[in-house]
T-cell receptor, first 115, second 109 residues
Framework: GAGVSQTPSNKVTEKGKYVELRCDPI?????LYWYRQSLGQGPEFLIY????????DSGLPNDRFFAVRPEGSVSTLKIQRTERGDSAVYLCASSLTLDRNTEAFFGQGTRLTVV | AQRVTQPEKLLSVFKGAPVELKCNYSYSGSPELFWYVQYSRQRLQLLLR??SRESIKGFTADLNKGETSFHLKKPFAQEEDSAMYYCALTNSGNTPLVFGKGTRLSVIA
């Protein structure tokens, strides 16, 4: 595809359930980022990958959150034992390289609602 | 710690009026500053970056290191400029973007 694709676009889950959010970056982009955007806030960094490895996961709020990128392309953000406070829009972005002057392209986001 | 402050949640201006969206930052290195925009029902996208010193859709932003500001300006607002605007920075090295909370610009006809 032409841009970063995230699935699903909306996810409603019950408190305590496990969810997976998927991100398909732009082909050839080595850097991939996950952000979380709560209502009225700007995007907040969670984790980013360079290739297959997590270069920085310091933004993950706790050990219920985990992300993988096994083949250096598609990434999955996994949330265990979801809580109502996890409700937010989860954004994925990719860029050609990690160079800070390289533009990051964002997906449309997955809106997660925990009820 | 790096932080981006956008003091205005909402800014309303009339069409044709000048616009200034404020952004202040704190940093512990050499920052690179950006403005991202999100139009209604569209994804977040880069508007401009300070290093490029460019004007995009009539918008410009000047980095003022003395005041640690990176305000976004446009001399004559258009209705199609109505959107959410986020100021963001990244530090030296490969640190990810740090965003402000955003300002919603509403241009009134």
């Amino acid at each position: 595809g032409a841009g970063v694709s995230q699935t699903p676009s909306n996810k409603v889950t019950e408190k305590g359930k496990y969810v997976e959010l998927r991100c398909d970056p732009i082909s050839g982009h080595t850097a991939l980022y996950w952000y979380r955007q709560s209502l009225g806030q700007g995007p907040e960094f969670l984790i980013y990958f360079q290739g297959t490895g997590a270069a920085d996961d310091s933004g993950l709020p706790n050990d219920r959150f985990f992300a993988v990128r096994p083949e250096g392309s598609v990434s999955t953000l996994k949330i265990q034992r979801t809580e109502r406070g996890d409700s937010a829009v989860y954004l994925c972005a990719s860029s050609l390289t990690l160079d800070r002057n390289t533009e990051a392209f964002f997906g449309q986001g997955t809106r997660l609602t925990v009820v | 710690a790096q932080r981006v402050t956008q003091p205005e949640k909402l800014l309303s201006v009339f069409k044709g009026a000048p616009v200034e969206l404020k952004c202040n930052y704190s940093y512990s290195g050499s920052p690179e500053l950006f403005w991202y925009v999100q139009y209604s029902r569209q994804r977040l996208q880069l508007l401009l970056r300070h290093i490029s010193r460019e004007s995009i859709k009539g918008f410009t932003a000047d980095l003022n290191k003395g005041e640690t500001s990176f305000h976004l300006k446009k001399p004559f607002a258009q209705e199609e400029d109505s959107a959410m605007y986020y100021c963001a920075l990244t530090n030296s090295g490969n640190t990810p973007l740090v965003f402000g909370k955003g300002t919603r610009l509403s241009v009134i006809a």
